[in-house]
């Protein structure tokens, strides 16, 4: 399928029900679960392990790793124009085993929309058990951006989405203003805080099963200042977990393409009163598609990492608009509109491009998440572990990340995990990739050109919560690997020494490499962005993982 052909099951008339569970649906989604399909049939692939952290060593139970985006637009939200059997249909096209359908906060959502798309999504789940489709919430958080608000599913989901959204919306309540001239500032940082508190409190007592945030594109607006996302994962860091480490929106760049918005990730903006003034002009970016934040090894992530806790990175669609579609939104019938419905009216097909800068769920951007079971709470328990790590354009087919002592039995931990060690100790980090088997959805067949290795010492939390630079962490190895191809394993050693450390992995196709933001002596060869209008997606691709931590005893 090339970019400018709409796929035939992209016809909004195609009912939620009809996602035959023995059809496109169904294949689409064991693509993802890949291998481990017949375990999951049956239960467990093993046993959770106990805590790595308490003991030294550690050893992490075998995973399979399921595909998904957390940040998808319907009908039901006033900006977008797909209706939901077009998004689900799509995702399990493009192999996606899990999606959160997350809409805007509006009062007709909270209205009419969150119980109008429930059904829909209830019918779907019914069809098709192996979809696991979440509902969530796009949350404008007072004095800051978006973030991604989901719950498992049951029988008070949406209550709790819509209960939160007409309590602790920034854009419904007139929360905005996050300058630091502003007197409402002060109030609306702490309304945040209180949001993610309230949701931790219905986790905590039962009301829901789980619920989990993530923070949606950190550094588009420059709003999310250093601490109000410290601010945010202290307050209940097992709701609170991490934030898009790529946008959406990344067909935003492609040349020539008149609806672009010149920029991937549509990141197109400048700072603001609101905006974080520490923040430097040229973070308003992407670089190789990713947010400054994540993509500048020693920057904002890192420093977060550094502080020796977990913040989990993510990549998903946005889809609002997909490039080259014919679809626009439909006429609204006389007298009605978003407040008095929930939903904007399907769309109809003009036979003529339209507009937009996104992917369908899967086409372009993968979060990939380790889990022991297949099900909703065990996407939710990987989230949350930091078993993650993220692709662009399909780039790799399956990766793997162990660490252990060298004198230790037993796999070791993975992504997101600690393992305890002494002064001293050599470790091995086992990196097994398995390269991409066939053309990905542009008809490109995707090649790995280097692994990167980054290293950050752990130094515990900053007394300046604004502060944005972890100056400890670099890239400290690069393992060349063009041409190889199938499944092989990197096997990189490591020894502790007197302090805590993190390890993270980040690699590319090798076609846009530059210095890294803070400099070719901490990233050699980097992300980097592209000018505006000329950045094709599918030749600069790259995928991350999120770290594996090394407490050293006595540190």
């Known amino acids: 399928m090339t970019e400018q052909q709409l796929p035939a099951w992209a016809d909004p008339s195609v009912s939620p029900a009809a996602l035959d569970p023995q059809g496109l649906s169904r294949r689409g989604l064991l693509r993802g679960a890949g291998l481990f399909g017949a375990a999951f049939a049956v239960g467990s692939l093993a046993a959770p392990a106990a805590a790595s952290g308490r003991g030294y060593g550690g050893s992490d139970p075998r995973l399979a790793y399921l595909v998904g985006d957390h940040h998808i637009h319907s009908v039901y939200s006033h900006d977008a124009k797909y209706t939901f059997s077009q998004l689900a249909r799509a995702g399990a096209e493009y192999g996606l085993d899990w ?36 509902q969530g919430l ?6 800051a951006e978006h973030a991604t608000v989901f719950a498992a599913p049951g029988p008070h989901e949406v209550d709790l989405l819509t209960r939160f959204e007409l309590a602790y919306d920034g854009k419904l309540l007139g929360y ?29 007592t039962g009301y829901v099963d789980d619920v989990l945030v993530l923070a949606n594109h950190p550094l588009r607006l420059g709003i999310d200042s250093p601490h109000e996302m410290r601010d945010w994962r202290d307050a209940a860091p097992e709701v609170m977990i991490g934030m898009e480490g790529a946008p959406g929106a990344q067909g935003g760049g492609i040349p020539g393409w008149v609806g672009s918005g010149q920029q991937r990730g549509e990141y197109v903006n400048k700072p603001s009163e609101n905006s974080f003034a520490g923040y430097p002009e040229d973070a308003y970016v992407l670089y190789g598609g990713f947010d400054w934040m994540t993509a500048t090894v020693g920057g904002m992530w890192d420093a977060m990492l550094a502080e020796g806790r977990l913040f989990t990175i993510t990549t998903n669609s946005d889809v609002h608009r997909v490039v080259f579609d014919t679809w626009k939104n439909g006429d609204w019938a006389p007298g009605q509109n978003f407040d008095n419905t929930g939903h904007v ?17 899967g086409q372009f951007s993968r979060t990939h998440v380790g889990v022991t079971r297949y099900g909703y709470r065990s996407v939710m328990a990987g989230l949350r572990a930091g078993r993650v790590w993220l692709d662009h354009g399909h780039l790799l087919d ?10 230790d039995h037993g796999a070791g931990v993975t992504l997101g995990g600690r393992i305890r060690v002494r002064k001293g100790d050599r470790l091995t980090l086992s990196v097994t990739v398995t390269t991409a088997s066939r053309p990905n959805p542009r008809g490109i067949l995707p090649e790995l050109a280097h692994v990167d290795l980054i290293r950050g010492a752990v130094r515990g939390p900053t007394a300046d919560r604004d502060a944005w630079r972890a100056p400890d962490t670099e890239v400290v190895r690069t393992e060349d690997v063009s ?9 990189i050693p490591l020894t502790a020494g007197d302090e805590s450390f993190y390890v993270r992995l980040r690699g590319s196709d090798g076609n846009r490499n530059g210095a890294g933001y803070l400099g070719a002596a901490i990233d050699p060869h980097g992300p980097i962005p592209h000018v505006p209008g000329n950045g094709d997606p599918w030749v600069d691709t790259w995928f991350y993982s999120n770290p594996v931590f090394v407490d050293v005893e006595g540190c």
Do not use: C
């Open 99 to 134: 999606m959160v359908f997350n809409e805007h906060s509006n009062f007709g959502h909270a209205s009419y929309g969150a119980l109008l798309e429930h059904q829909e999504i209830l019918k779907a789940r019914a069809a098709n058990p192996r979809q696991l489709i979440f």
């Open 138 to 143: 796009e949350w404008y958080i007072p004095a």
């Open 176 to 204: 905005t203003a996050g300058s630091p001239g502003s007197p409402d500032t002060a109030r609306n940082e702490a309304h945040a805080v209180k949001a993610i508190q309230w949701l931790a409190e219905q986790r905590r």
């Open 345 to 361: 009216p399907d769309p109809v097909n003009t036979d003529t491009q339209q507009p937009g800068g996104d992917f369908w769920p």
């Open 398 to 407: 399956g990766l793997d990340v162990r660490l252990k002592r060298d004198h």
């Open 483 to 491: 041409g190889r191809r199938g499944t092989y394993t990197l096997r």
